[in-house]
C-alpha cells in the first residue's frame, strides 16, 4: 500500500503539472502564459487538498480518528487561506504573489496547525462538529485578517527576508514546520504516513519559501511544483488511509460475523440438546414413576419398563458427554423398543412390530431422530393411532412414523425442516424436525415427509442397510 501510493501521488504530481507541458510545446516560453498556468496548478492543488480532507473526514468517522479529523481541518485550512488567491491572481496579476510566496497569513495557519494537530493527538473521539466546516471557519478567518492587513498597511503581507522583522517571522514559521514534522512522527500514524506527510509539509514550505527568498514575482515552477507535490502526498496519503481502514472494518466485520455464527450455532446446538433432553426425560420420567406407583406388577411389561428407564437414562448421559459413538450396525428394534415403551408409559399408543432389520448409524442418533418423530406424531396426531413401521427398500431400510391427526400445515410444507419451521396453531419450536433431517444426512440418509391421501402426516427415516455379520460383531462388547 506504501508503494503503490507514492507511485499514484508521482503520478497525480505529473497530472497536475502536464499544462506545463502543453504550453511549452504549444506556445513556447510566453512568461505570461506561463504565469497563469502556475496559478491554474496551484487552483488544482488546492482543490485537491480539500478532496484530501474529505478523505480525511470520512475516514475519521469511520475509524473513530480524532487525529485524522484535525489532519482534515488543518489542510482545508489551507486550501481555504490559498484557494481564492489563486483565482483573483488569474484575474489580476498585482495580488499573484500572495498565492506562492510567504506572507504572515501562513504563519498564523502553521501555528493554528499545530495547535489543532495537538488537539487532535490528545483527544479520544473525534469532534461532533464537521472538520471541514471548521477547517473552512478558520482559514476564513485567517484569510479574511490577510486581506485586513494588506488593505491596512500596504507592503506589509508579503515576507522580505531583507527585513529583519520578516526574517524573524520566517525563521518562527520554520520552526513551526518543524515542530509540525516532529508532532506527526510522535502521533501514532504508520511510520510511512508521518514521514510522507512530513515530506509534504517541507514541500509547501520549502517551494513558498524559495519564491520568497528569490523575490519571485510571478510563480515560478519549482514553487507551483512543491506546491503540488504537497497536494498529490496528502491526496494519495488519505486515501490509501481511507483504503487501509476500510479493509481493517472488512476484517473487523467478518471477526464479528464469525464470532456471531459461532454463538448461534453454539445457542442452537444448546437448544437442540435440551430439545432432545426434555423429551428423553419426560419418556424415563413416566417409566419411573410408573415404576414407583407399584401398579405395575413384575412381569414382561415391568422388564420392559425398567430396560427403557436404563436405556433412556444412558443414552441421556452420553448425549451430555463430549464425545459421540461411532457410526455401526444396529439392529433398529433395539432403539424403537425402548422409545415405543416411553411413549407409552406417556399414554400414547403406539403401533409397532419388531422387524429384525439392522441399519449402520450411531445407535443414539438413531433413537434422537425416531424420538423426534414419535414426540411429533404424540404431539399433533393425539395420544391415539401412531404407527412405527421399517422395511426394506433395496439397500436401504425405511422407518416409517404416522399418525391420524390433521397433518402439516401447507404454509409450512416447503421449509419444515428448517430451524424454526412451525404451523401456526404448533406448539413445538421448531428444532426437532430440523435436527432430525440433518442427523439423517450426516449418515449418508434422508428423512422425507409423505403425502397422505387420509388425514394424518407421515414421515420416512432411510437409511443404509447393514448385513447380519456386521450387526452381530458390532453387538459384541456392546452394554445395551
Partial sequence: MERSSLWWAFGLTLLILHPYAVVYVLMGTDQRRLALVGELCTLVADLTIVCAALLLTLDSRLGGSALRASMAT?????????????ILAMV?????????????????????????????????LPPRSSPLVLGFALG?????????????????????????????????????????????????????????LGVAVLAIFGARLYATVTDATEPQLPAVAGIVVFSALCATTAAALLRRTFAESATLSRGYADRAAEAEATVRHDQELAHEVRAATAGVVAGARLLASGRIPEGPRRDAIEHMV?????????????????????????????????QRAQGHE???????????????????????????????????????????????????????????????????????????????????????????????????????????????????????????????????
Wanted: hydrophobic share 50%; proline share 5%.
Fill in 310 to 342: 436404563d436405556v433412556e437414562a444412558a443414552r441421556l448421559g452420553r448425549s451430555l458427554g463430549p464425545l459421540a459413538a461411532p457410526s455401526g450396525p444396529v439392529a433398529i428394534d433395539d432403539v424403537i423398543g425402548p422409545l415405543v415403551v416411553a
Fill in 140 to 196: 476564513t478567518v485567517l484569510l479574511g485578517m490577510s486581506i485586513a492587513l494588506s488593505a491596512t498597511v500596504p507592503g506589509t503581507l508579503e515576507l522580505d527576508v531583507d527585513r529583519a522583522g520578516d526574517l524573524v517571522v520566517v525563521v518562527v514559521a520554520a520552526v513551526g514546520v518543524c515542530a509540525l514534522f516532529v508532532q506527526l512522527r510522535r502521533s501514532g500514524l504508520p511510520l510511512w504516513v508521518a514521514n510522507r
Fill in 74 to 86: 488543518c489542510l482545508v485550512l489551507v486550501a481555504v487561506q490559498d484557494a481564492p488567491v489563486a
Fill in 92 to 124: 489580476d496579476p498585482e495580488v499573484g504573489a500572495h498565492s506562492y510566496r510567504l506572507h504572515i497569513g501562513h504563519l498564523a495557519a502553521v501555528l493554528f496547525g499545530l495547535v489543532v494537530l495537538i488537539a487532535g493527538r490528545r483527544a479520544v
Fill in 350 to 480: 403406539v403401533s409397532w412390530e419388531p422387524s429384525g432389520h439392522a441399519v449402520v448409524v450411531r445407535r443414539d442418533d438413531l433413537a434422537e431422530v425416531v424420538n423426534v418423530l414419535l414426540n411429533n406424531a404424540a404431539r399433533h396426531g393425539g395420544s391415539r393411532d401412531t404407527r412405527v413401521a421399517a422395511t426394506n427398500v433395496e439397500d436401504h431400510v425405511e422407518i416409517r412414523v404416522s399418525d391420524r391427526g390433521p397433518g402439516v400445515a401447507t404454509e409450512v410444507r416447503d421449509h419444515l425442516f428448517q430451524w424454526g419451521a412451525r404451523g401456526p396453531d404448533s406448539p413445538g419450536e421448531g428444532i426437532g424436525l430440523q435436527r432430525a433431517h440433518r442427523l439423517a444426512q450426516e449418515h449418508g440418509g434422508h428423512l422425507r415427509m409423505e403425502t397422505l391421501n387420509e388425514q394424518g402426516a407421515a414421515f420416512v427415516f432411510a437409511l443404509r442397510a447393514a448385513d447380519a455379520g456386521e450387526l452381530e460383531k458390532s453387538l459384541q462388547g456392546w452394554p445395551g
